[in-house]
């Protein structure tokens, strides 16, 4: 139990974790930081462990200034620079917190690492990284924290991370990210009857939709907000579960707007990024949506349903396709783009065409490159069309599998605003 117990008594009924202690992995930003936010209105401590201390060139946001933000609502920051995969660095981090708050009542494993690739393009280096930070980085956090969760009269930890799912389709696309992921729900399934007894409670949290941080908007694109929610129903999920006494509710896989519901909270438009889009939202990774729908629903998400066009409409168009591209083409929008591409077409139309965006005033053809493609896009000729006239985001196609990507991924994203220009002009 920490300090400040009188305070406690007195303020539980209105402010459920105040004087409490919470240890968010991943605190700096998105839903680490919403959960973390959320729990200092109520005027608790939150201990911010995450590695950025210095500015992130693409993504906003230090532990620094996430303590700021965390004090300014209400609560006491402690922020510390910490990799999950450094046992010191933990461990070190752990002992602060109870020197600081006097002890930790609450763990949040929220740091995570992704990388949606398939087997062979899934190099060991980023295998290890995903499996050190999700599921190893879980385990040794909850592990080093636990000593101390042991003494606290409101113990939980909660994990990030999907219900066990074992659709095959959730492993052939990108195997190894599932892994770790699945790793960290372990965790869950083994820790909550491993601590039962000392009433510690060992839940996970999964969002229902896509959530919009800014790492998903570097991964997927600035319009993917328009298929999202915000952070916050992932953090009122969260304050729910972590209110509750921890015998109440252990071992649980738990799906934010399920929590929310069952507190008598129905309106979900509040939370979504596009309010007019509340009802075509992208589902999240794990859950029970065939692969079909869910590039059927993240389509739905972006575009209204006239705009949609059966697969069919796309036969024979691709040739005409990259005609077209090729007579938008500027030195513009090679300055802007600055990449070699290869498309590899399956299906009816299949073959394999280019798009050099990087030299001179830009070519496309059929064939193989000119150049070393930066990256190479693989996916079928029905979807094919319907992607690059923007009925078919390609953030979506890749993170359900229905495009392939091989190379520089964050230069393959740059053709969305190519797409966005073929648009209105086919």
Not at 120 to 147: A, W
Request: hydrophobic share 40%; with cysteine; proline share 4%.
């Amino acid at each position: 139990m920490c300090e400040c117990n009188i305070y406690l008594t007195f303020c539980c009924c209105y402010r459920k974790l105040a004087g409490r202690t919470l240890f968010i992995t991943g605190a700096s930003r998105g839903i680490g930081k919403a959960i973390a936010l959320k729990a200092a209105q109520d005027g608790a401590n939150v201990v911010i462990a995450a590695k950025t201390a210095d500015p992130h060139p693409k993504l906003p946001g230090t532990i620094y200034t996430a303590a700021k933000e965390i004090e300014a609502v209400g609560g006491k920051a402690l922020p510390c620079v910490v990799d999950v995969r450094d046992e010191g660095a933990v461990r070190t981090a752990v002992q602060n917190a109870v020197a600081k708050f006097g002890g930790i009542d609450i763990v949040i494993n929220n740091a995570s690492a992704i990388s949606l690739t398939p087997t062979e393009q899934t190099d060991m280096k980023r295998y290890d990284l995903m499996h050190q930070i999700n599921t190893r980085g879980t385990f040794l956090v909850s592990k080093e924290c636990i000593p101390y969760l042991r003494k606290s009269n409101h113990a939980h930890i909660l994990n990030i991370s999907p219900p066990l799912n074992m659709a095959p389709h959730w492993f052939s696309n990108h195997v190894a990210y599932t892994m770790a992921k699945y790793g960290m729900s372990m965790c869950v399934l083994g820790m909550a009857k491993e601590f039962e007894s000392a009433n510690i409670a060992v839940n996970a949290l999964w969002p229902r939709t896509a959530i919009h941080t800014a790492a998903m908007e570097m991964l997927t694109g600035k319009e993917s907000d328009q298929f999202s929610r915000k952070p916050d129903i992932m953090a009122d999920a969260a304050y729910a579960i972590l209110s509750k006494e921890p015998r109440a509710v252990t071992g649980k896989f738990l799906i934010d707007d399920e929590v929310l519901k069952a507190e008598g909270i129905t309106d979900m438009k509040q939370y979504a990024c596009v309010p007019e889009n509340a009802d075509k939202l992208m589902p999240d990774f794990f859950l029970d949506v065939e692969p079909e729908k869910l590039v059927e629903f993240a389509a739905e998400g972006s575009h209204a349903a006239s705009l949609k066009k059966p697969a069919a409409a796309a036969g024979g168009k691709i040739e005409g396709l990259f005609l077209k591209i090729e007579s938008l083409l500027s030195e513009e929008i090679v300055r802007k783009t600055g990449a070699v591409y290869e498309f590899k077409v399956k299906g009816d139309e299949a073959g394999t065409w280019f798009a050099d965006l990087k030299n001179g005033t830009g070519k496309v053809g059929k064939g193989n490159p000119p150049a070393t493609a930066d990256a190479v896009l693989t996916m079928d000729s029905k979807h094919f069309f319907d992607m690059f006239t923007g009925k078919l985001k390609p953030a979506n196609a890749f993170m359900t599998g229905k495009l392939k990507i091989s190379g520089d991924l964050q230069k393959a994203m740059k053709l969305e605003k190519l797409m966005g220009g073929l648009k209105s002009k086919l």
